[in-house]
Each structure stands twice: as structure tokens, then as C-alpha cells.
């Protein structure tokens, strides 16, 4: 299934009925915290179905729209389901749906907007996607390249938000660190079109990728490294679907990438940590990318980290609550999913929670002040950047 193909209203229904209503998929975080069954899975199954008989669509359509807008598309459901059922794709048709039929609330309609017309989640200008180069020396700007087989893509968040922007900063420097030269798209780098993929915006969607790709192929990119979950998935998964096969740019998540530094001996840690850290899987890495053991591998490469594991762990993970737009669409709701996710964290006892995604980041953190835990969290960047004393 894919995010280019649209599924016919008769398909939708032979999906649903194929629901066997085991239950497994009661591990919904959405499920967990509303307790109403149509935000279950096999609920919004059922909605679907009354949705497309007329005699019941216009009463079905407030309660199927709401459910699917109220879900963090985590995944848990889609890879428990016994019958193997598409789910996200199913929901994401649906918001798709929902998108046509003008039934968007304000705020996702905004973000839609600002993506449409600026290029970036937050409405802000083009030329301020880079601004924070300023503060980097002249010999990181030296590996910069105006073309180059590696390119970074940096993503809104690190490019934008000031508490972000170090993710960004460390990651060149750990490029300069290990004697590599990249390029960088600049002004022309575009939002990856996550969150408009996962609205349901295909069309503005494919406009993005078509893009992205154009800017990349200009610079002669043919390894795309990437930092951001959401990024990193877009660009692995969803380009090639939206661009088929003339998208042929290799994608790797900056774990990967840090990983094969080390392992080739260009990169080694000068520091330790003394805190007890443990580890956040981004659901889009995990669940979606099986990038599960690459952060665990350098990780334990620390001198003397003691690791600990979450609870729910890996491909088992907690959602943090923002995912998708479920922090835009319903923000209490995501609080909600989050509180249990900070319960993990505190329970852990650690003291520093590494994640490979700025949404994770941002509500552990919020978490962590709603919930008085007191603990650092940093982008697994950011922490090799420390250790390599760069």
C-alpha cells in the first residue's frame, strides 16, 4: 500500500471486513486513554464501513474523522494486526477525505497553509532556515561544498527552532570532526512534507518531493543523511513511492551514518558519561525503519554508560504523544499519551533520555516539567558531539 495509490471505496470496505476483532490492537495509546470504541481500531473499522453506506455517512463521518485525527499513527496496531490490514493507510485516506470534504480543523489547516506557501511548519521566511550558520567557524563552513555526493538534510525543527539548531550545528561539526565534506540545500530545502503526508495533502505532498529531489539531483547528492525520524522515514519510504524509481538518492539515518564513522576508526569518543542514560525509539525509526540496534550500538561504545532500557522498549515502544499531529490536532490528548511514556522515564531513573526525533524531544521535555522529573534530554547528535569534544 502505498502513499501514491488511492484505495477505491470498495476496497476500504473488503479491508474492514476483514477485521477478526481480536482485540490485540487494544494496545492503541489513542485507545488507552480515550476507553471509547470507536477511537479502537476495530472501531474506526466499523465507522469506515457506516460510512460508506449513504443511509448512515452523515452520521458516521464527525465520529470516523475525529478518530482518525485522534490517532498518533504510531504503528503498535498495524504490525500486532493477525490479518495483516494496511491501518495507516487506511486512516490516512481517510484524513485525505476528510482534507477534500473542507473538514480539517483550523489548526491543521493552518500548518497546511504555512508548508503550502513558506516551505516550513512555522510560517517563517526561506532565508531564515540557515541563519544559524552564522555562529558556526570557518573551518566547518570549509567542508561545505556547493556540490557533493553527501548531502544533510536538516528538517523545520532543527532549522528553525532555537533550542534545535544545535542538533543541526553538531551534526556539521561531526562531519568536519571526521574530515568529510558534504553539501547543504540552503534556502532550498524544503519541509521533507511529513506532516502534509500525514494530513492527508497528497497533492501539495508530491509538490514537495518533486522539489527536494530536483534540489538534491542539482547538488549530484547520492547519499542523503538525515536526523530527524519523521525525515528520515519521509524521505526512505515515502519518496520513493510518491517519485517511483527515478528517486535514486540512498537515504541514512545519522545513526547509521555515525556508526560507520566509528566503525571505519574516524570518529572516537575523548569522553565519557557519568549519568545513567537510557534510550527513546522514535516510533518512525523502530516501528517503521527497524533502526533499533544502530543507537544502541554506539550507545554502548561510551566509556563506562550505564544504559538502562525502558520499559516498552525497540519495536514495543511508547509513543511520546505528538505523533501524528496529534500534538497540532489535540494537544490534552497528547499530553495524556505522554504522561505515560514520562512514568517509563522516571522509573528508569536515568538521567539523560537520548532520541533521534525532535518531536520525541520536545515532549519529553515538556513532560518532564509537567511532571517534575528531573532529567536532561539530548538528540543522540548532540551527545556524540560532547563525547567527541567537538
Not at 476507553?35 to 463521518?61: C, F, M, T
Not at 495524556?336 to 539523560?352: H, T, Y
Request: proline share 3%; aromatic share 8%.
Amino acid at each position: 500500500m502505498s502513499t501514491n495509490e488511492q484505495l477505491s471505496q470498495m476496497e476500504l470496505i473488503e479491508l474492514a471486513n476483514k477485521c477478526v476483532y481480536c482485540g490485540y490492537c487494544s494496545i492503541c495509546p489513542t485507545y488507552q486513554e480515550k476507553n471509547w470504541e470507536y477511537y479502537h481500531p476495530r472501531g474506526i473499522l466499523e465507522l469506515i464501513k457506516l460510512y460508506s453506506d449513504p443511509k448512515y455517512k452523515s452520521q458516521a463521518e464527525d465520529y470516523l474523522f475525529d478518530a482518525v485525527f485522534a490517532c498518533t499513527m504510531c504503528k503498535a496496531c498495524e504490525d500486532i494486526c493477525v490479518v495483516n490490514l494496511p491501518l495507516l493507510a487506511m486512516w490516512e485516506q481517510i484524513r485525505h477525505e476528510a482534507f477534500i470534504r473542507g473538514r480539517w480543523n483550523k489548526t491543521l489547516l493552518d500548518l497546511y497553509n504555512r508548508v503550502k506557501d513558506t516551505h516550513n511548519i512555522y510560517g517563517l521566511k526561506p532565508k531564515d532556515r540557515i541563519k544559524w550558520l552564522e555562529d558556526l567557524d570557518g573551518s566547518v563552513k570549509q567542508r561545505i561544498r556547493k556540490k557533493s555526493k553527501i548531502a544533510i538534510f536538516f528538517g523545520c525543527r532543527a532549522s528553525y527552532e532555537k533550542s534545535l539548531q544545535k542538533v543541526s550545528i553538531s551534526l556539521m561539526k561531526l562531519f568536519k570532526h571526521a574530515g568529510e565534506n558534504f553539501t547543504i540545500l540552503k534556502e532550498d530545502e524544503w519541509c521533507c512534507g511529513s506532516p502534509i503526508f500525514l494530513g492527508g495533502g497528497i497533492e501539495v505532498g508530491r509538490s514537495i518531493a518533486e522539489h527536494n529531489f530536483t534540489a538534491l539531483k542539482n547538488k549530484g547528492v547520492k547519499t542523503l543523511i538525515v536526523s530527524c525520524a519523521e525525515g528520515y522515514h519521509t524521505f526512505k519510504t515515502i519518496y520513493p513511492k510518491i517519485l517511483g524509481e527515478k528517486w535514486d538518492i540512498e537515504v541514512k539515518h545519522v545513526s547509521e551514518f555515525i556508526l560507520e564513522l566509528l566503525q571505519k576508526g574516524k570518529i572516537k569518543f575523548e569522553r565519557g558519561v557519568t549519568k545513567k542514560v537510557t534510550y527513546k525509539d522514535p516510533c518512525k525509526l523502530a516501528r517503521f525503519e527497524g533502526i533499533i540496534e544502530q543507537p544502541r550500538l554506539i550507545l554502548n561504545k561510551i566509556k563506562g554508560i550505564n544504559f538502562e532500557e525502558l520499559s516498552s522498549n525497540k519495536a514495543e515502544a511508547l509513543c511520546c504523544g505528538g505523533g501524528g499531529l496529534l500534538d497540532i490536532t489535540n494537544h490534552k490528548l497528547a499530553m495524556r499519551v505522554n504522561d505515560k511514556l514520562m512514568k517509563e522515564i522516571a522509573f528508569s531513573e536515568a538521567k539523560i533520555v537520548v532520541t533521534s526525533c525532535p518531536i520525541c524531544q520536545k515532549l519529553i521535555e515538556e513532560g518532564a516539567k509537567r511532571n517534575n522529573i528531573n532529567i536532561e534530554t539530548k538528540d543522540l547528535v548532540e551527545l556524540i558531539a560532547e563525547l567527541l569534544a567537538i
